[in-house]
């Protein structure tokens, strides 16, 4: 059975750094590509930022409100994901999702998700 | 950037047909996915690649896409059907983008 388990619960102060992790398991974890989405509590989904496997390059892409404060990254040798995010703001608060990431060669979409960690950035 | 329009909510008779619309320009000529959320649980796929159903999904939940629409249909609505529903695309400027959710609300 496919699993992503993020870590717990997390809050920080604007300005702060947390970072989060996701362990996977269940799958070839070194094979498939991961993201992070948010939902702020009671609104919509927003993506976060997408890695590929390290045999497509383990490139990252960020959605613009994150890019240049977030960086995912990986161990394959430990299955996990991880989200470091620095300068936050109270805008970044909201539950973090980390998914699977499935693609052909004009679309992609997110398979299994994990249960969410809910990140809250206040003073 | 792409932008997604979603009803902010739907309501349709238990037993009936309920159709979620998720508009956007030339929104056919891209590939839509579908997520149920339901409360304080976390998204679940139901609708790939338009028409697509991830294993494990009912074939009540079935998808659509054409012109400035797509859509994701439910047969015969079910009590455990309430959620929210989000499209998803795709797009190479905007990346990965998320309509604004809709609730569907069983009757």
């Known amino acids: 059975e496919v699993q992503l388990v993020e870590s717990g619960e997390a809050l920080e102060k604007p300005g702060g750094s947390l970072r989060l992790s996701c362990a996977a398991s269940?799958?070839?974890?070194?094979?498939?590509?991961m993201s992070w989405v948010r939902q702020v509590p009671g609104k919509g989904l927003e993506w976060v930022g997408r890695?590929?496997?390290?045999?497509?390059?383990?490139?990252?892409d960020y959605a613009a409100p994150v890019k240049g404060r977030f960086t995912i990254s990986r161990d394959d040798s430990e299955n996990t994901l991880y989200l470091q995010m620095n300068s936050l703001k109270t805008d970044d608060t909201a539950v973090y999702y980390c998914?699977?990431?499935?693609?052909?060669?004009?679309?992609?979409?997110?398979?299994?998700w994990g249960q969410g960690t809910l990140v809250t950035v206040s003073s | 950037s792409y932008e997604l329009t979603q009803p902010l909510s739907v309501s349709v008779a238990l037993g009936q047909t309920a159709s979620i619309t998720c508009g956007g320009n030339?929104?056919?000529?891209?590939?839509v996915h579908w997520y149920q959320q339901k409360p304080g649980q976390a998204p679940v796929l139901v609708i790939y690649?338009?028409?697509n159903r991830p294993s494990g999904i009912p074939e009540r939940f079935s998808g659509s896409n054409s012109g400035n629409t797509a859509t994701l249909t439910i047969s015969r609505a079910q009590v455990g059907d309430e959620a929210d529903y989000y499209c998803?695309?795709?797009?190479?400027?905007?990346?990965?983008?998320f309509g604004g959710g809709t609730k569907l609300t069983v009757l």
């Open positions: 998914t699977t990431v499935s693609s052909t060669a004009t679309t992609a979409w997110f398979d299994t």
């Open positions: 269940g799958f070839t974890f070194s094979n498939a590509w």
């Open positions: 890695i590929k496997s390290k045999t497509d390059g383990a490139t990252t």
């Open positions: 030339n929104i056919g000529s891209k590939n």
């Open positions: 690649g338009d028409s």
């Open positions: 998803q695309l795709w797009d190479t400027s905007a990346r990965y983008v």
